[in-house]
T-cell receptor, first 115, second 109 residues
């Protein structure tokens, strides 16, 4: 299984809602990532988990809260988002992370719309 | 992160070879050159990576200049399915990928 799955595919939420994005991989990868991608822009790194510990937080606002319950799962909890947070949220995983030859496997993303 | 420079867009006729250039004049000695592509409405996918020598795999070839300040991704026979944004990324020992603006490849039937 060389797939990263993300649920839901689409999400519409109000600014007062709390929702979660989920990501799962069963490749035994020990690094997992969240990226944000606005329309016609490249993906931007948000968070990196390495061996289930948060290793990189790219100054992301606290209304985004990542969680790594185990080595196969990665969640992104959303609360009090703004309309400008509407974007495609991509999850990725890689075997180790801290290696020049490490390659990332991306999921199809969750398209988030904040009203 | 060392930066890369790519043309914003390129066109190719179907079934012809495509050469996608990337400049990375500030590359460090331990940076690998990675290429990813993102098809419409999909997440990015890994294409190929290399350090110094040219590399081939089932998807593409990577030609790396002798001074490593530039590289070229070669698609030997473009198909409509190859229409995507191609990202050239330098990766060192850190576990993050920095995506530049990439090259949008259009394949003309």
């Amino acid at each position: 299984d060389t797939e990263v799955t993300q649920t839901p595919k689409h999400l519409v939420m109000g600014m007062t809602n709390k929702k979660s994005l989920k990501c799962e991989q069963h490749m035994g990868h020990r690094a997992m990532y969240w990226y944000k991608q606005k329309a016609k822009k490249p993906p931007e790194l948000m968070f990196v988990y390495s061996y289930e510990k948060l290793s990189i937080n790219e100054s992301v606002p606290s209304r985004f809260s990542p969680e790594c319950p185990n080595s196969s799962l990665l969640n992104l909890h959303l609360h009090a988002l703004q309309p400008e947070d509407s974007a495609l949220y991509l999850c990725a995983s890689s075997p180790q992370g801290r290696s020049s030859t490490d390659t990332q496997y991306f999921g199809p993303g969750t398209r988030l719309t904040v009203l | 992160d060392a930066k890369t420079t790519q043309p914003n867009s390129m066109e190719s006729n179907e079934e012809e070879p495509v050469h996608l250039p990337c400049n990375h004049s500030t590359i460090s000695g331990t940076d690998y050159i990675h290429w990813y592509r993102q098809l419409p409405s999909q997440g990015p996918e890994y294409v190929i990576h290399g350090l110094t020598s040219n590399v081939n795999n089932r998807m593409a070839s990577l030609a790396i200049a002798e001074d490593r300040k530039s590289s070229t991704l070669i698609l030997h026979r473009a198909t409509l399915r190859d229409a995507a944004v191609y990202y050239c990324i330098l990766k060192g020992g850190a576990n993050n990928l920095f995506f530049g603006t990439g090259t949008r490849l259009t394949v003309i039937p």
